[in-house]
């Protein structure tokens, strides 16, 4: 999920109010996916089974999360229940200061180490895939900020990522996944960064679990445009990108992105010019009222949906690459369950017509799937059986 700073995010909403209106359409329009020998599209045409749907377990082991409920805020009675509501992964975003040891990279933090190998065996005993995602920045990372900027941190980065590998070297290649980054977006004197560091950490993970799917991705927040921009050399990786689309309405309320944001409430989907007007009358904020009426005039809805995402599904035709999608989800609190589960559903839906595996944003937080009864304890899972259907489970 992105944590953007303001100016991130005003270039991000003046870049959509510059894009250009996307064609309606209702269905997506029939490709060959063919991939060249040897490639992993060739090995998966329609995708990985195990990375067709799966679920987000953010905070247990993010930069933030207290190490003292690491062996306790998910266990074989959640992986049994994210098993039986028809996900067939999880994603476990860990913030890197939880394993990373800089002084020696090629020890992991051996208290967080064990409580992962714990987690990581009962969700495959559940039945349930596991994408490791060990570089899960939170907000201004040190870790990035030195992988972007000092060329001497990269063999660190890449003891890291060797010792992860090795410890899950063992686990099957059609079970366990390894991402090579969350979100990359630091500034740099060197812009090429990116590709630079994400290229040496393949080929790190490589020599040690050379038969294991690798999740690569695009800097500017691992955004769908950015993805677009690149041309991509490898083809034996899982290109992934994240997806929120349109920010206004996803993560309406949520002021930690900017302060207007905070104003944003109560958003309708599909969009239209009219049925915005309430909501932008009750901003209460001038700049967050013109957001909200302009995501009234860009007419969202299911078909505007599957012709934004049919744009990378292009892409990935094009270049005989895979393309998987790990994050999309809207932030709940200031929106109804209607719009929040007919939006959702408007994206599997486009996702799954383009044969594109997906991981919604998340399973039991702002953006969550679940509640609890006694949110204290995190007891009494109540599921959201209208967000069950929307996602087709």
């Not at 040190?142 to 992988?147: H, T, Y």
């Not at 969550?368 to 995190?378: D, M, Q, V």
Request: with cysteine; hydrophobic share 40%; aromatic share 12%.
């Amino acid at each position: 999920m992105r944590l953007f700073t303001l100016s991130v995010a005003a270039i991000i909403l003046l870049s959509q109010c510059q894009s250009p209106e996307i064609a309606q359409q209702t269905e997506p329009q029939a490709s060959a996916r063919v991939g060249a020998p040897g490639t992993l599209l060739a090995q998966y045409p329609t995708g990985i089974p195990a990375l067709k749907k799966g679920i987000n377990l953010s905070n247990w082991f993010g930069s933030g999360s207290s190490p003292a409920q690491f062996t306790t805020r998910f266990t074989s009675t959640a992986f049994a229940q994210i098993k039986a509501q028809g996900f067939l992964h999880v994603r476990i975003p860990i913030g890197p200061n939880q394993l990373f040891q800089e002084a020696t990279p090629s020890l992991l933090k051996p208290a967080t180490l064990s409580a992962l190998n714990t987690g990581v065996n009962g969700l495959l005993a559940a039945g349930l895939a596991v994408i490791i995602d060990p570089i899960h920045a939170s907000g201004d990372s040190d870790f990035e900020q030195k992988l972007a900027n000092d060329p001497a941190f990269l063999p660190k980065a890449q003891a890291y990522w060797r010792a992860i590998a090795t410890n899950f070297k063992a686990k099957p290649n059609t079970q366990v996944f390894f991402e090579v980054m969350n979100e990359p977006h630091m500034a740099s004197t060197n812009p090429a960064w990116y590709k630079t560091a994400q290229d040496s950490l393949i080929s790190a993970i490589r020599s040690v679990v050379p038969n294991h799917v690798i999740i690569a991705t695009a800097p500017d927040w691992s955004s769908m445009d950015a993805l677009l921009a690149v041309t991509p050399t490898n083809k034996n990786v899982l290109w992934n990108f994240h997806y929120y689309s349109p920010m206004v309405f996803t993560h309406q309320g949520a002021d930690w992105i900017t302060p207007t944001f905070g104003f944003i409430k109560n958003l309708p989907y599909p969009s239209t010019p009219t049925n915005v007007q309430s909501a932008a009358n009750a901003a209460g904020d001038a700049t967050a009222k013109q957001w909200m009426l302009y995501y009234g005039t860009e007419n969202w809805n299911a078909a505007k949906i599957m012709a934004d995402l049919g744009r990378i599904n292009t892409w990935a035709i094009t270049n005989g690459v895979l393309v998987s999608c790990n994050e999309f989800g809207v932030y709940k609190t200031y929106v109804a369950n209607t719009p929040r589960c007919a939006y959702l559903g408007d994206v599997r839906k486009a996702l799954e017509a383009y044969q594109i595996g997906w991981s919604m944003w998340e399973y039991d937080e702002g953006f969550g799937y679940i509640t609890y009864k006694n949110a204290t304890t995190r007891t009494g899972v109540q599921i959201n059986t209208t967000l069950k259907t929307a996602l087709g489970l």
